[in-house]
């Protein structure tokens, strides 16, 4: 009788830890897709000017010159007015448009993305894992205080644009070179996501030793901490993948090895289906110029500004 109440207790206490756990999965993900809550529009064009800034010439020469670039070089170039970064960081956001429309050939990621926000004043070039090295950061940093900021404030958003995509092409071809007194401003921002990084890090790794439900609360808390370092490595998409998939080691390390127990037996694991990150691919539905991302991500380099 005594050991089939022990038993009953045992896999009371099991099911109330695993409703926990499950209920721990859930909160994390609402936590981390709430950092990517920008409403990212279906891509129909390699200009999608939704701010409506751009005059309807200057659109169709754009289109014309990113086409014949990509041919040439294979290269992806997009350009997106948003007529509101809806209180989201714009970094983030031009994180989130680049991994879901998948600029940049899959095996390449040599994908662009200049991001305008007129309302904010804010701008942002993103740049793909490829092409850092065709387009660095003190590069893009001077596109946008050379040839963008100055025209945007001078009220030129035509002729703005216009001379920031040239430079970017100019930058991947070679033809577009930083001058000696330009900084890399994006310096301090990687130094802040690898500093919170290792906090995460060390955070993450000291919550295996923390017991029962403080221990999940301080796991979550270290891996959103090390978030921001993961999209730096390895961009948006797999960032989130791969913050999953360290939340699961660590509760299966603590279920395992009995850690932040005390002492104890090792416990079981967490069967079933893993989970997919589903398809994001697309097509464009203009079928007068059907244009469509390659599959590629974003690396986090870049520059951002304002006028």
């Given at each position: 009788m005594k050991i089939d109440r022990k038993i009953s207790h045992s896999k009371f206490v099991s099911n109330l830890y695993l409703k926990k756990v499950w209920f721990l999965v859930f909160l994390l993900f609402s936590t981390i897709t709430g950092l990517v809550s920008y409403p990212v529009p279906k891509l129909e064009r390699r200009v999608m000017d939704h701010a409506g800034i751009l005059s309807d010439a200057t659109r169709t020469q754009l289109e014309s010159n990113l086409k014949q670039f990509e041919t040439e070089t294979s290269n992806q170039i997009a350009v997106y007015t948003t007529p509101s970064l809806h209180d989201e960081v714009i970094e983030d956001v031009a994180i989130q448009i680049f991994d879901e429309w998948k600029l940049g050939q899959k095996s390449k990621n040599n994908g662009i993305l200049l991001l305008i926000a007129p309302n904010e004043r804010k701008m942002r070039i993103e740049v793909g894992r490829g092409l850092e090295g065709a387009l660095t950061d003190i590069q893009a940093k001077q596109i946008i205080r050379n040839e963008l900021r100055p025209s945007f404030k001078a009220g030129d958003m035509d002729g703005g644009v216009t001379a920031g995509v040239n430079a970017i092409m100019a930058a991947i071809r070679g033809e577009y070179a930083p001058s000696e007194d330009d900084v890399d401003t994006t310096g301090g921002d990687?130094?802040?996501?690898?500093?919170?990084?290792?906090?995460?890090?060390?955070?993450?790794?000291?919550?295996?030793?923390?017991?029962?439900?403080?221990?999940?609360?301080?796991?979550?808390?270290?891996?959103?901490?090390?978030?921001?370092?993961?999209?730096?490595?390895?961009?948006?998409?797999?960032?989130?993948?791969?913050?999953?998939?360290?939340?699961?080691?660590?509760?299966?390390?603590?279920?395992?090895?009995?850690?932040?127990?005390?002492?104890?037996?090792?416990?079981?694991?967490?069967?079933?289906?893993?989970?997919?990150?589903?398809?994001?691919?697309?097509?464009?539905?203009?079928?007068?110029?059907?244009?469509?991302?390659?599959?590629?991500?974003?690396?986090?380099g870049g520059s951002s500004g304002d006028w």
């Open positions: 990687a130094s802040e996501e690898v500093t919170s990084g290792v906090v995460g890090g060390l955070a993450t790794f000291g919550s295996l030793f923390v017991a029962g439900f403080g221990g999940i609360v301080v796991t979550i808390i270290g891996i959103l901490f090390l978030y921001p370092l993961l999209v730096l490595a390895f961009g948006g998409t797999f960032a989130l993948i791969l913050a999953i998939v360290i939340f699961f080691l660590v509760i299966f390390l603590k279920r395992v090895f009995g850690l932040g127990k005390g002492g104890g037996s090792g416990g079981g694991f967490f069967d079933g289906g893993g989970w997919s990150s589903g398809s994001d691919s697309w097509s464009s539905s203009d079928s007068s110029d059907s244009w469509s991302g390659g599959g590629g991500d974003s690396g986090g």
